[in-house]
């Protein structure tokens, strides 16, 4: 049981390129999530799944694309990426949306954008 | 909207130490409410949590008690070790809003000291 995965672990790129962060779990949760830590800023969620075909917007979700095909992954897609975007990136799941659920996190994307 | 003040840090520590981490929340509805701890390099894992009033969440020593009537959610720890350095996120879940995306404090960093 890996629980929650991402990858990768760090990636630079270029302002204009378009990338993918992978995140996957093996915990059949309907519940994923994408938030970015920035320092002094806490979590900010980006956007937010709840089950396959399903996704919906959170807190920063601009210059960030989403889908989920299956229940297990939940990709985050950056269509062009910005110096703004320079953070870590979490992947969460629950299994559910339910407030009393716990949330695990991924260990982290930190991404740099030149 | 809901939201989680937390202390700010830096909040350095001799070993044995008293913790206190102050927290306090905005929300809308009847939210669950947690502590999140990050150790260095690592993602965000659930410390404890509580989901109704007067409850007390408790592990690894810590304890925080979901107070209604003061709106907080205060962490503490009565000896500290140097194992306990990380950086703490209290975050609330609003079971009112539906679908219920995690909303976190900025996060205080605790350094312990031999």
């Known amino acids: 049981n890996a629980g929650v995965t991402q990858t990768p672990k760090f990636q630079v790129l270029k302002t204009g390129q378009s990338m993918t962060l992978q995140c996957a779990q093996d915990?059949?949760?309907?519940?994923m999530s994408w938030y970015r830590q920035d320092p002094g800023m806490g979590l900010r969620l980006i956007h937010y799944?709840?089950?396959?075909?399903?996704?919906d917007q959170g807190e920063v979700p601009n210059g960030y694309n989403v889908s989920r095909s299956t229940t297990e992954d939940f990709p985050l897609r950056l269509l062009s990426a910005a110096p703004s975007q320079t953070s870590v990136y979490f992947c969460?799941?629950?299994?559910?949306?339910?407030?009393?659920?716990?949330?695990?996190f991924g260990p982290g994307t930190r991404l740099t954008v030149t | 909207g809901d939201s989680v003040t937390q202390m700010e840090g830096p909040v350095t520590l001799s070993e044995e130490a008293f913790l206190t981490i102050n927290c306090t929340y905005t929300a809308t509805g009847y939210p669950s409410l947690f502590w999140y701890v990050q150790y260095p390099g690592e993602g965000l894992q659930l410390l404890l949590k509580?989901?109704?009033?007067?409850d007390k969440g408790s592990n690894k020593g810590f304890e925080a008690t979901y107070r209604k009537e003061t709106t907080s959610f205060h962490l503490e720890k009565g000896s500290v070790q140097v194992s306990d350095s990380a950086v703490y996120f209290c975050a609330l879940s609003d079971r009112n809003s539906g679908n219920t995306p995690l909303v976190f404090g900025k996060g205080t960093r605790l350094s312990v000291i031999a």
């Open positions: 509580a989901t109704k009033a007067d």
């Open positions: 969460a799941s629950s299994l559910t949306g339910r407030s009393s659920y716990e949330q695990y």
């Open positions: 799944s709840v089950g396959a075909g399903i996704t």
């Open positions: 915990m059949n949760h309907e519940y």
